[in-house]
Every structure is written in structure tokens, then in C-alpha cells.
């Protein structure tokens, strides 16, 4: 199928919730706006499937949680969406001396939390450091979450509003000195550690920061941090975008792949070459928003794009259906320790020395990884026919798994890596976790893994990169080019007439939004 007309205001390039950002902005100005998406479906990462044939449950399958995505996006795009709080925020469990124990934070910090620091680490101090340190990043958080749907800051701007201490801590320094500096248990230094690691293959004391960058996006979020769960799972927002941007006049093709961009120069129009299946199609437009990497945006423009460049993702997610919660050797209430995020084998010392494992080009031995199961929260994703019966959702992150791991014999990595995965968490269960897994009609376990390979292969996000390339600080230099709209709201490329609009915006990544909204910004100020 064509598009309906032959030349637009606007082509938006993929259809993630990006895109279907920037088209519902600007379609709402009066702005003809034309949607092109190379899969049969919008949503880009950001989508809700039956995984499990012949089981109703809708998992949320590449990303998971909402936390960047600004109130005001939500406000001013009327998105019929509930994001719902988590009733814990983590639970952490570990072995001591022989003995499991656990660290508990609830989401709402009180005396359970005090309390389970202090049996952790055996006495106040610890839990005192914790409280003063998130007051301090919280500061800096409720500075730098305004600015997001604005043009951008200059960091000595942003500088001159924070305590210098705080600046110097997650800025200017490698995150590791701070944790190390602040806190004494490794536990606890290996919770505070992981949000910087998120998508991210670094050491916490490697000297380009990009570790501190991915610590502070997993902070900032509407000034408070807080990851919440959508109801109707994830592709309950890209379906709300979706409708809002058809709904104010954006026209959206799927199953259309585009396959080369063109610059128009000196006021003329560009033009997008697509093809539906059967045959090519050329539109042309005044502006091209391309909400694909920029590593995939330079293919597209014809220009030199060399594997050197290409991002690498560093992840390993499992999602699972479960007849049952595994019950803890700790005795924690399952129900509540999986409310939240659950960590395992995240104290400090080991996700050093599984980056130091993956990098020397060996799977770790004992993975670091998170684990959500968003169905204590939201028990409609599990569907009719499983709501009532024990079963719940459960999603993992895994952490240090980089793109070469997975290269030479993909599936026979990704099958040591979720067995290494398995085994990390089963050595706190009272019962091993695929005793716990529920299996499908057909008799196989409800388990499904994806290695970054996985995800390129399915969306197109070039090194199974998350963020389609490492994050970058949600400011401008000092001595930054401010000139353009485009420049002042982070979404310049080489060529005047495209932007970016993805998660590769200097303002990119997670499920926020805001590479859509700050594009369509710089598009209505040209105007």
C-alpha cells in the first residue's frame, strides 16, 4: 500500500514510540505527517506480544519499565495510559558467612528499610549514607528533569544550580570513586552500581563516564527516578501514541521499509524511497525525522557507516511465565521481594569481575541480573484464561553480556549465558526456578531469551544496542553550536533537513518520548 499523498511536511522514519511522538506533536499543529514503519505493527521496542502461543499472558518484551517519560508529554498528548508504582522498590538477597540473608527497600522508605539495613550491615551508618546520597542525587535530578522538554542546557548552567560536591561525584568523576568513597558494604555499593549499568558495558570506574550517564537518565525521570509499570504492558503506550497521532490526522504505513534518504538542500524538498513488498516508493518532505540509530541513519543517507562504529549491546533478557513465585531461602515474602526490582549477584566486587569475565571474552561465571515481574502490579497482562490460577509474568535483565560473547555460536552462548543466569538466582531459592516455570500446550518451558544479536535481528537496533548508541549528558557543552533549532533542542544531524528523533537524540533513550517531543519542537521553531 502507498502513501496517500506524495509529499508530507513531515516523514517520520520507524514508528517506536518516538516517532509516534513526534507525529502525534506534530500532526496536532496542523502538520501533514507521514508515519513509515518497516515491521507489520508500530511500537519499535516498546510492544506488548503472546509470547507463548496458546497462552493469553501479553509480556512486555524488550523494554519493560516507564520512567523517563515526562508528565508533561503525557499531559499534552491527552494519552489515555496509567503508569502504576511498584509496592518495593528492591529486594537484594545474598550470602553471608553461610547464612542468606536479604536487603529489603521499600517503596516508600520506613522502618522496614531502616531496619533491614541495619541486620545487613549491622549497624545505622550505612543506611545513613544511602538516605544522603539519594537526597543529593535528588537534588541534582529535580534540576536537570525540567529541562528535558526544554532547549538545551549548558552544563555550567546546570552547574551552577548543584551542590559542587554532588557535580563532582556523578558528573565529573568516574561513579565508582563516589560508591566507593560513600559506602562500606558491597551489597549495598552493588545496588547503588547497577542503575549505571543498565544497557551499558562499562566498568564503574572507566574514565569516559558513560557508566555515570546511564546512572543519571535511570534518576532523573520526572525529577523523582521512580520506574513504574504500565498497565496493559508496554505496548499500552505505543498504542495510546499510535491513536493520538492518527487520531489528530498523521497518517502511519507499516510493513513499509525504507531503504534510502535524501537530502534536499537549499530549501528544497528531500525525498524517502520505501518499499511496501511489491514495489518502491518515493515521498518527498519538507523535514525527515528519523527515529532509527544513527549508525542505521547513515546507511540510509549513503554515507560511510563501518562496523568500527557500529553501537554494541551488552544485555541478556529472559522473559518466563510462571506457575508459581519460587519461594526465597531467606523466607522474604516472594510476593513482595518480586513486587520490585530483584537483584542477584549484583554486589559491587561482582559486577566488577563479571565486566572483567565479558570483556576478557568469557560469559560471566556467576551473571549479574535483575529481575521484574510486572504481574504482581498489573495482573490484567496476564489474560483471561490465567488471571486467578498463581501464574505470573517474569522478566530478566542481565547485565555484562556484550555482543561478541554471543558471535562465533549464538545460540550455544545464549544457552550457557540463561543457564549461568539460572543458576545465579537459584542459588537463593528454596526450589530451582524451572520448577517453578509453567509450560506451555505444547510442553515446553515459557521461557524466551534474547542476546543482543536478538534484538537487531527483530528490530533492527544496530548491535542489539538498547539506547542505539551510548548515552550522552542531557545538556550542551559549554562552547556547544546553539545556532539552529535543531542544535538548541538536541536533534541535529549533518544535513539540515533531517533529524533525529529517536533514542540517538543527545536527549535518547529508554521509553521517554522525549527524542519525539524535541524533535517536533525544532521543527514548529523553524516554522
Not at 558491597?186 to 563516564?209: E, K, M
Amino acid at each position: 500500500m502507498g502513501a496517500q499523498r506524495s509529499s508530507y511536511d513531515v516523514v517520520v522514519v520507524g514508528g517506536g514510540h518516538n516517532g509516534l511522538t513526534a507525529a502525534a506533536y506534530l500532526a496536532g499543529e496542523g502538520l501533514s505527517v507521514l508515519v513509515l514503519e518497516r515491521l507489520g505493527h508500530t511500537g519499535g521496542a516498546a510492544v506488548s506480544a503472546q509470547a507463548f502461543p496458546g497462552l493469553g499472558a501479553r509480556l512486555s518484551r524488550y523494554s519493560y519499565l516507564v520512567s523517563l517519560m515526562p508528565e508533561q508529554v503525557a499531559r499534552d498528548l491527552d494519552l489515555p495510559l496509567e503508569l502504576r508504582s511498584r509496592r518495593t522498590a528492591s529486594y537484594s538477597p545474598t550470602v553471608r558467612d553461610g547464612r542468606p540473608v536479604g536487603l529489603f527497600v521499600e517503596h516508600e522508605e520506613g522502618e522496614a528499610t531502616r531496619r533491614s539495613f541495619a541486620e545487613l550491615t549491622g549497624g545505622e551508618e550505612e543506611y545513613a549514607a544511602w538516605q544522603r546520597f539519594y537526597r543529593e542525587v535528588g537534588d541534582l535530578a529535580r534540576v536537570v528533569a525540567p529541562t528535558l522538554t526544554e532547549p538545551l542546557p549548558t552544563a555550567r548552567a546546570l552547574r551552577e544550580q548543584v551542590d559542587p560536591t554532588v557535580w563532582d561525584a556523578v558528573v565529573a568523576r568516574p561513579l565508582g570513586e563516589a560508591i566507593e568513597q560513600r559506602f562500606a558494604d558491597d551489597l549495598v555499593r552493588g545496588v547503588v552500581a547497577t542503575d549505571a549499568l543498565i544497557g551499558t558495558f562499562a566498568s564503574l570506574n572507566d574514565p569516559s563516564l558513560v557508566q555515570n550517564r546511564c546512572f543519571l537518565y535511570h534518576l532523573i525521570g520526572n525529577g523523582t527516578g521512580e520506574w513504574k509499570v504500565p498497565v496493559g504492558g508496554m505496548g499500552a503506550v505505543t498504542t495510546a501514541l499510535a491513536r493520538t497521532a492518527t487520531g489528530r490526522g498523521a497518517e502511519v504505513l507499516t510493513g513499509a521499509g525504507v531503504s534510502a534518504i535524501r537530502p534536499g538542500t537549499d530549501g528544497a524538498a528531500s525525498e524517502v524511497v520505501f518499499h511496501d513488498g511489491e514495489r518502491e516508493h518515493v515521498v518527498t518532505a519538507g523535514r525527515v525525522l528519523a527515529n532509527v540509530a544513527p549508525w542505521v541513519l547513515r546507511i540510509l543517507l549513503g554515507e560511510e557507516s563501518t562496523s568500527g562504529d557500529k553501537p554494541s549491546g551488552a544485555q541478556l533478557k529472559i522473559n518466563f511465565l510462571l506457575s508459581r513465585l519460587p519461594r526465597l531461602r531467606t523466607g522474604h515474602d516472594a510476593a513482595e521481594a518480586f513486587a520490585g526490582t530483584l537483584h542477584v549477584a549484583e554486589e559491587y566486587s561482582a559486577l566488577e569481575r563479571s565486566w572483567a569475565e565479558a570483556a576478557a571474552g568469557e560469559v560471566p561465571s556467576s551473571p549479574p541480573g535483575e529481575f521484574y515481574c510486572h504481574s504482581l502490579t498489573d495482573p490484567s497482562i496476564l489474560g483471561e484464561d490465567l488471571a486467578g490460577r498463581g501464574v505470573h509474568t517474569l522478566t530478566y535483565f542481565g547485565l555484562h553480556m556484550p555482543t561478541p560473547l554471543f558471535e562465533a555460536d549464538r545460540a550455544s552462548a545464549r544457552e550457557e549465558a540463561v543457564r549461568r543466569a539460572i543458576a545465579a538466582v537459584d542459588v537463593h531459592l528454596d526450589e530451582p526456578l524451572m520448577d517453578c516455570v509453567l509450560r506451555g500446550p505444547d510442553g515446553q518451558p515459557c521461557l524466551e531469551a534474547k542476546v543482543p544479536q536478538d534484538v537487531e535481528d527483530d528490530l533492527a537496533m544496530p548491535g542489539g544496542h538498547i539506547f542505539h548508541g551510548d548515552l550522552e549528558w542531557p545538556w550542551a557543552p559549554d562552547r556547544a553550536a546553539l545556532d539552529t533549532p535543531a542544535q538548541r533542542w538536541g536533534v541535529a544531524t549533518d544535513h539540515d533537513a533531517v533529524l533525529l528523533c529517536g533514542s540517538g537524540a543527545r536527549r535518547g533513550g529508554a521509553v521517554s518520548g522525549l527524542g519525539g517531543h524535541n524533535a517536533a519542537r525544532a521543527v514548529l521553531e523553524e516554522r
